[in-house]
């Protein structure tokens, strides 16, 4: 049976970028001891005291259909909290309860898109992003950050491919580049999406992970509010990846529109985790603190190694749990360079080219294990950049 074009065709020209992932997950399933540097994973599981929350709930039976737009205790901590990091007002009414932020960006997008639109983003990228706006029926249009300015985007970039479109996604902090848009960044974004009149949609779930701040969530900047989709998510902020809990923070008449789109889809998300949430959402931003603290440390440690040497460049780490190292000047591709080192060394960086064009010839190193193995790992790393730049040169 035929397919629909739209599903079978969601990886775009077929080739999703993690061949090495899967090439490390193998080497790791014959028992090869591999330093998995690749993806955005604590290496701590969700805390007891949260899990003990989500047991105490659905042991009382809060295992039924929960309310499909969010329970209205979370909307309401949700919104307490967007309140009071942002200054802006936000009430229940624009919040919405999704099965964590990669379904709030699919939402964000159906709000924002219809069959055939320009949905437009930012390149390097965070994997499922074209795939989420051809899962709406959008094509997606890249606009390429440049490495040589941290990453941050061009807001006269934007603007050239601007015309026509519907939406622009951004995502600071970012993934994979560590970047952390400035003033002047979000100012020109602003700028740009209000004269071309397009939805923002603004992915800030790395928002507890900001090393040189501040955060600053574009839906609080003059004009904004009435056009930007902000997503949150509590994967990173509270290591609760697995249990799928995050939100969209929209225009009243949005959320009204986004709970019928969660009525016909996912139906809403569990009680017992939304119960978890809220609890977690309760401890407080010491917690947060606390979660984020060991990639604040990890990320200090890699800039370190890397300032002492000349072959490899860091992109400032400036928030998330990354650090984007350019590796050009060894002559080789970020693909090339992270096959060769997962087969010398046994260690697993994610290629620059799985995140987009504007990442070729680098390499994301997740900062997610412990500080030892990973200082190890980036020594050798590093060594080996020397040894394969030198190579280059003869
Ligand atoms: N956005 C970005 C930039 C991410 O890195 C991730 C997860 N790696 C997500 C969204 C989705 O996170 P989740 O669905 O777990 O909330």
Avoid at 96 to 107: C, D, E, N, R, S
Wanted: aromatic fraction near 6%; proline fraction near 4%; hydrophobic fraction near 45%.
């Amino acid at each position: 049976m035929r397919q629909s074009r739209r599903i079978s065709t969601l990886n775009g020209d077929g080739d999703d970028g993690w061949g090495l992932f899967i090439e490390a997950r193998r080497m790791i399933g014959n028992g090869v001891d591999v330093t998995e540097l690749t993806i955005g994973e604590h290496d701590i599981r969700t805390d007891a005291q949260i899990l003990e929350a989500m047991h105490a709930s659905a042991s009382a039976g809060n295992t039924g259909y929960a309310m499909i737009p969010g329970i209205d205790a979370l909307r309401d901590k949700v919104a307490e909290r967007v309140t009071e990091r942002s200054g802006l007002k936000t009430t229940r009414d624009n919040v919405m309860i999704t099965p964590g932020g990669q379904a709030a960006l699919f939402m964000a997008h159906h709000a924002a898109c219809d069959e055939g639109d320009r949905a437009l983003f930012i390149d390097p990228y965070y994997a499922t992003y074209p795939g989420t706006i051809r899962s709406v029926g959008a094509v997606p249009v890249p606009v390429k950050a440049r490495s040589a300015h941290g990453f941050q985007p061009d807001p006269a970039e934007i603007a050239k491919l601007a015309s026509g479109a519907k939406s622009l996604l951004i995502n600071s902090p970012n993934n994979p580049t560590g970047a952390v848009y400035g003033a002047e960044t979000m100012d020109g974004i602003a700028r740009v999406v209000q004269d071309h009149d397009l939805w923002l949609i603004s992915d800030e779930v790395y928002d507890t992970q900001v090393w040189e701040g501040p955060h600053i969530s574009p839906r609080t900047l003059p004009g904004m509010a009435e056009r930007t989709l902000q997503i949150g998510s509590l994967s990173k902020s509270h290591a609760m990846t697995g249990s799928r809990c995050g939100w969209i923070v929209a225009p009243e008449a949005v959320t009204e529109n986004l709970i019928q789109l969660a009525t016909n889809t996912n139906y809403g998300v569990a009680g017992f985790v939304q119960s978890a949430g809220l609890f977690a959402l309760e401890l407080g931003e010491a917690f947060e603190a606390r979660i984020a603290e060991p990639f604040r440390r990890r990320r200090g440690l890699v800039m370190d190694l890397v300032a002492a040497q000349q072959v490899v460049r860091a992109i400032p780490a400036q928030g998330a749990m990354y650090a984007m190292l350019d590796i050009r000047a060894t002559g080789m591709s970020g693909e090339d360079f992270a096959f060769a080192l997962l087969k010398a060394h046994q260690i697993a960086v994610m290629p620059g080219e799985s995140f987009g064009q504007a990442a070729a010839g680098h390499i994301r190193v997740a900062l997610t294990v412990d500080d030892d193995r990973l200082r190890a790992a980036v020594a050798t790393l590093l060594d080996f950049a020397r040894e394969r730049a030198e190579a280059a040169q003869n």
